[in-house]
Every structure is written in C-alpha cells, then in structure tokens.
C-alpha cells in the first residue's frame, strides 16, 4: 500500500517519526528540520479525514527521564502542524489506549518517548556489570518477551501504520519493524520522507544510469570498510578521499609524515586497490594534499605530492591537481553518491577540498545526473557550503543511509514490503 492510494478518511493511523531534535539546556529545540520533515506525511492524513498516533524516540534514555521527555516539543509540534496536538504521558498507559480511541478525524496524539521502556529497542536495562551470560541471556529474553505485549498494545491503538522514520529504519525496534506484523499488507505503508528515502537509495544501488562515481571521504578506512567493498561491485569511479588517503599513500610506500593513518589496514588497502583493478573499478586517489604543520585552523600551510609529505606536517585537505582529477570524474557521471568530506572540512582553511567535490556534483547534477548526498558530515558540508538545493538528494539518515549502501536490508523497510 502506498500512503497516495490509502483512504484516511475515519482510520487511525500510528505514524512512527523521527522526532529526535536536539535541544538545549532549556528545552528549546535547535534544530527542527525533523519534524518539519514529517509534516507533508502527518497534514496528508489529517487532511484526508484521518487521525494520527505519533510515536517517535528522542535520545537514549534509559529509562523515564524528564529530559528526554517529548512533551518539551509538543507546543512546536502543534504550531507546526496547525493542529492542537494532545499528549499521552506513558505510551502504554490507560490514558494513551483511552485518547487514542477518542480521536476524531482530523485530530493528533503525540505519545511520550517510545525509548521510556525497554520493550521498544528490546535491550534488557539495568543489569549489574558483572552479570553472568547466563543472567544475562535470561533479561534479554525476558525484555523480548515483553516486547511482543509492548508491540501489540502500540499496533492496537490504530487500523494502519505509517513509518516515516527513515533515521531508525535500520533498527529493529517495536515502533520502527515489529509493529509492521499486526497490520497486513493493505494497512501499512511508508510515508512520504521514507518513499523519498528508499527511491533515493534504489537509484544508486538497483537503478544505475552509467558512469556511477561514489566519493567516500571521512577519517577511517575502518568505518567504510563495508561500504567501499559493496560498492566496488557497483561503481565505475570511486573516489576514495579524506583521511583515508593516507592510509593507501603509505600502503604504496608514500611518505606521509604525520598525516592520519591506520597502520593495521595497509595490508587492506592494497587488497581493495587490487579488487578494485579486478573488477575494472577506476579507483582514484588524491595525488597532491593541502598540508599544515599543526592540526589546527592556524596552522602553516603548503601544497605537496601526496606521498612527498615531511615530517612534522600533515595532510589536512586536498590539493588544486586533485580536486581538478576528482571534478572531471564527477562532471562526466550520471549517478554520483558522496559520502564524507575531501579534508578536515571543520577547519575554515580546509574546506577548499569538500567545497569543490560539491560544486562539481551540482554541475554534475544540472546536467542530468541523479546526485545522493547523505552520511552525517557531507550533509553538513553540503549545508555549510549552500550546495543542498543543486544535489538531487540529500539522506536524512545517516546510520540507515550508510547500511542501505552496505548492502544491508533495512528492517524498517523489509517490515512495511513484508
Ligand atoms: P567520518 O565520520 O568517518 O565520515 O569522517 C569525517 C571526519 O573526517 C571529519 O570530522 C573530518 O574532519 C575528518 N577528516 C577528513 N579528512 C581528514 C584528514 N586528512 N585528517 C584528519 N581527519 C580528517
């Protein structure tokens, strides 16, 4: 079912949301781009002649904790949507069975924080650290066993589900997957940031237009590991860039001074180097570096060779022949995913790098290529650059987003095509 065809009209829907705004130490939200997100799917069925259960997490609390408590952002919610939004103080309490059944078309329920109970990760709390496996096996079945009530009590609130929660999609949680099972296939379905989403991710990983370029900077070939193998059997170009070009500059006996570098994986770097050439991969690396003698915005800086790097400096940033290499891979390609910035893009002085792999991608994009963005530090890139509105995309999940493009099935998208 999809959120266009469903009929609202007199249904309750439970729409799992991604709530989870940072707030300051007043409670003031700082940053509300999530819950703006979530409005065109939440006005569609109020619209529609629906009414709405919203359940979402904010934080990790572990346990009640007052701040982590959703009512902070009740006022913002309902200004937002127009709607006088009611709370329900304890989602699996009376009082939420109760408000949830009183609700009228065109009304919404804001449930506390799913995360208050266990049940919802199902992860057993509160268990001593020296707790034997044994003790430990025995909480976590216990908490899984509870979960299945948890579940079935939020699942009987409503006649559909709704997930919208692209940021959780790769949980496992009651709200996010297990929930899916109590509703058949007619009565649940994505809402629209999670159509976006998961379309989003299908172009790049099942929907190629060729050449496909992936740019995957960052500090740790550790942390890309999964994503670079996966990748290797999809793209044409793959720009490995960001700290992690230290670590394969080394590999091929480069000098690079005190750049980043994770000695343990030189042995990997060759290997997924060699892959690379066996699948015909054009693995490109950065063959010059903007280098400063401290990790430092104030630092000194120069331009050099990437493997000519002296002791004492390090590698901060990409250098003018690189960028130029990486903009003319990026400019000839049709599918084109960045991961990740170019350099230690926090410093005002190393920011030339990530900028230029932007503006490359937006040229890219205005001539016809499909451009996802996505992973924590390139949205902010993109962001801080002004670069967001010329990429056809950009991932609101960081976590969901980097396991889809492991390869991974996602459980909050597995349990809606269920
Ligand atoms: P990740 O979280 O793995 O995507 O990495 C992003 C981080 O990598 C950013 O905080 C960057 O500052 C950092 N980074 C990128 N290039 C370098 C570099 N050459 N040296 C140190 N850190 C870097």
């Known amino acids: 079912m999809t959120i266009d065809q469903f009929n609202f009209a007199g249904k309750k829907a439970f729409v799992r949301v991604d709530f989870n705004v940072p707030l300051d130490e007043n409670f003031n939200i700082t940053d509300d781009t999530r819950i703006r997100a979530a409005l065109p799917t939440l006005k569609k069925i109020l619209n529609g002649g629906g009414s709405v259960i919203i359940g979402s997490h904010l934080g990790r609390p572990k346990g009640v ?30 009082e939420a069975a109760m408000k949830a059944a009183a609700l009228q078309p065109g009304e919404a329920l804001l449930l506390e924080n799913l995360r208050f109970y266990a049940e919802e990760e199902g992860k057993p709390r509160g268990l001593a650290d020296d707790a034997t496996d044994d003790e430990k096996a025995v909480a976590k079945k216990a908490v899984k066993e509870s979960q299945k009530d948890f579940t079935k009590k939020l699942a009987s609130y409503a006649d559909c589900y709704v997930n919208d929660a692209f940021g959780t999609a790769h949980r496992a949680h009651a709200s996010t997957a297990l929930i899916a099972a109590y509703f058949d296939k007619d009565h649940k379905m994505f809402g629209y940031l999670m159509e976006k989403e998961v379309k989003a991710v299908d172009k790049v990983m099942n929907d190629i ?5 992936a740019i995957m900077g960052g500090s740790k070939v550790s942390s890309k590991i999964e994503i670079i193998e996966n990748l290797l059997s999809k793209v044409d170009n793959l720009i490995v860039t960001g700290g992690m070009t230290y670590t ?22 060759l290997e997924l180097m060699k892959k690379a050439k066996e699948k015909g991969v054009n693995l490109v690396l950065a063959t010059d570096a903007k280098i400063a003698d401290s990790f430092s915005n104030d630092a000194n800086t120069r331009f050099c060779k990437v493997n000519e790097i002296p002791d004492g ?10 960028e130029k290499a990486f903009a003319e891979v990026i400019k000839n390609s049709k599918t084109i995913l960045w991961n990740g910035p170019t350099g230690v893009f926090e410093f005002e002085n190393f920011t030339h790098g990530s900028r230029s792999v932007g503006e490359a991608i937006v040229e890219a994009t205005k001539n016809g290529a499909f451009s996802l963005v996505g992973g924590g530090d390139s949205v902010a890139c ?9 990429v056809s995309y950009v991932s609101t999940g ?9 390869g991974k099935v996602l459980p909050g998208i597995a349990a809606i095509n269920a």
Not at 75 to 87: I, K, N, T, W, Y
Not at 248 to 269: Q, R, V
């Open 313 to 322: 400096w390090e590698g901060l940033d990409i250098g003018p022949e690189s």
């Open 209 to 213: 237009q060729r050449p496909f370029t």
């Open 248 to 269: 394969f500059t080394k590999a091929m006996g480069g000098k690079i001074g005190n750049s980043i570098c994770e000695e343990d994986k030189l042995e990997l770097a």
């Open 382 to 390: 993109v962001n801080k650059f002004g670069l967001a509105s010329g």
């Open 65 to 94: 904790t007052n701040k982590y408590s959703l009512k902070h952002i009740l006022g913002h919610v309902s200004e937002l949507l127009g709607v006088d939004v009611q709370f329900a103080n304890d989602c699996m309490s009376e």
């Open 398 to 406: 960081g976590g969901a987003l980097l396991e889809a493009i492991e």
